[in-house]
């Protein structure tokens, strides 16, 4: 075990991307709320110091726990006190005022936490300890599969309820990808996948906002006004920035125009000061972010790194790419923001 965990390194170039991206996120953050934060504060720093703040002290812990070996979070009491406080921080949303419509945040002393981001790190550590306990019995539906399916079931339940449809799709694509990993029957991930899509389309069909929302994504412009508005919006700012932009700072979308420009729609601010090259370099930053989590996963001594590595890398791009496609309006909105952009906090419902 000694000689095993001193082979264990910090991945410097993966490391560099992930600062990269959050670096460039906090820029961003100040240039879409300057005006913003002046008018509501009279200091244009105030979004980008709290930004900067949680970037650095993001960084560092990621540091930090990039040095400990990730066999340490392999213990029973480890995986299954995280999955039980989590689920607890979930249930406890519901003693907070509502924003937006949702109850999402737990509100304490000035700062405000989404528990509803520790499932995407819970999940993941729970059913690579699972899977990796289970190798043997990977085709046993008691034994193996109803557990896993019944810890996503609790966890996207309870992130539903708040309601936030779109975490819940994240979490469906890290179950997804850690069960085909783990060498999960065809069947089993089929069958599961199915009944994820017709839940999704019940969500959908039993909630009329969600309804609107889905006609907005089909025909934006016809919606201009109301359900299609941040979508048209999005699309103008990004479309006005062409090739090159018009430059770090001088975007108009962010104006009052775009709402949530330094939350969800930061990257239509990148499209509108960096253009064309400047979202295909996110973009680009976020496929190499892939690559090399998914290298360091397939590259891990044991299955439990294996699978571990798969599901966290999963839920950081899923929600990347689906921030995008919401942005330039190939899937119905949802409030996802870009990882490493942005925590979240404005995030509409």
Same mark, same amino acid.
């Given at each position: 075990?000694?000689?095993?965990? $001193?082979? =264990?390194?910090?991945?410097?170039?993966?490391?560099?991307?992930?600062?990269?991206?959050?670096?460039?996120?906090?820029?961003?953050?100040?240039?879409?709320?300057?005006?913003?934060?002046?008018?509501?504060?009279?200091?244009?720093?105030?979004?980008?110091?709290?930004?900067?703040?949680?970037?650095?002290?993001?960084?560092?812990?990621?540091?930090? +726990?990039?040095?400990?070996?990730?066999?340490?979070?392999?213990?029973?009491?480890?995986?299954?006190?995280?999955?039980?406080? #989590?689920?607890?921080?979930?249930?406890?949303?519901?003693?907070?005022?509502?924003?937006?419509?949702?109850?999402?945040?737990?509100?304490?002393?000035?700062?405000?936490?989404?528990?509803? %981001?520790?499932?995407?790190?819970?999940?993941?550590?729970?059913?690579?300890?699972?899977?990796?306990?289970? %190798?043997? #019995?990977?085709? %046993?539906?008691?034994?193996?599969? =109803?557990?896993?399916?019944?810890?996503?079931?609790?966890?996207?339940?309870? @992130?539903?309820?708040?309601?936030?449809?779109?975490?819940?799709?994240?979490?469906?694509? =890290?179950?997804?990808? +850690?069960?085909?990993?783990?060498?999960?029957?065809?069947?089993?991930?089929?069958? @599961?996948?199915? +009944?994820?899509?017709?839940?999704?389309?019940?969500?959908?069909?039993?909630?009329?906002?969600?309804?609107?929302?889905?006609?907005?994504?089909?025909? *934006?412009?016809?919606?201009?006004?109301?359900?299609?508005?941040?979508?048209?919006?999005?699309?103008?700012?990004?479309?006005?920035?062409?090739?090159?932009?018009?430059?770090?700072?001088?975007?108009?979308?962010?104006?009052?125009?775009? *709402?949530?420009?330094? $939350?969800?729609?930061?990257?239509?601010?990148?499209? %509108?000061?960096?253009?064309?090259?400047?979202?295909?370099?996110? @973009?680009?930053?976020?496929?190499?972010?892939?690559?090399?989590?998914?290298?360091?996963?397939?590259?891990?001594?044991?299955?439990?790194?294996?699978?571990?590595?798969?599901?966290?890398?999963?839920?950081?791009?899923?929600?990347?790419?689906?921030?995008? $496609?919401?942005?330039?309006? =190939? +899937? *119905?909105?949802?409030?996802?923001?870009?990882?490493?952009?942005?925590?979240?906090?404005?995030?509409? $419902?």
């Amino acid at each position: 075990m000694a000689t095993q965990i $001193s082979k =264990i390194r910090t991945d410097w170039f993966l490391f560099a991307i992930a600062a990269g991206l959050s670096l460039f996120g906090a820029a961003m953050v100040y240039s879409a709320s300057a005006m913003i934060a002046l008018r509501e504060s009279q200091s244009q720093f105030t979004y980008f110091y709290k930004q900067f703040a949680f970037t650095l002290a993001g960084l560092a812990a990621m540091f930090i +726990v990039s040095r400990i070996d990730y066999r340490r979070y392999q213990s029973t009491w480890f995986v299954y006190g995280f999955l039980a406080i #989590t689920a607890l921080l979930l249930v406890a949303v519901f003693g907070f005022p509502s924003i937006n419509g949702a109850r999402r945040w737990i509100r304490f002393a000035g700062l405000s936490f989404q528990p509803s %981001e520790l499932t995407k790190i819970a999940l993941p550590v729970f059913l690579a300890f699972f899977l990796t306990r289970h %190798e043997k #019995t990977m085709g %046993e539906i008691k034994s193996t599969v =109803i557990p896993c399916v019944a810890a996503l079931a609790l966890l996207a339940g309870l @992130v539903f309820i708040e309601p936030d449809l779109g975490t819940v799709i994240v979490l469906c694509a =890290i179950f997804s990808a +850690v069960y085909f990993a783990a060498g999960a029957k065809l069947l089993h991930i089929a069958s @599961v996948a199915a +009944v994820m899509v017709i839940g999704g389309i019940g969500a959908v069909v039993l909630a009329p906002w969600r309804v609107q929302r889905l006609m907005a994504f089909l025909d *934006p412009f016809s919606h201009s006004e109301d359900a299609g508005y941040q979508v048209v919006q999005s699309l103008m700012a990004i479309g006005s920035g062409g090739i090159a932009g018009e430059g770090f700072a001088k975007g108009q979308a962010k104006l009052f125009y775009l *709402p949530y420009p330094y $939350s969800d729609f930061i990257f239509s601010v990148v499209g %509108e000061e960096f253009g064309l090259i400047g979202t295909l370099a996110v @973009v680009i930053a976020f496929g190499l972010l892939l690559w090399r989590g998914t290298r360091a996963a397939m590259n891990a001594p044991d299955r439990f790194g294996t699978l571990l590595g798969i599901g966290i890398i999963t839920g950081i791009v899923v929600q990347a790419l689906f921030n995008i $496609s919401v942005v330039i309006s =190939i +899937v *119905p909105a949802k409030g996802i923001p870009l990882p490493l952009f942005r925590t979240g906090e404005h995030r509409f $419902s």
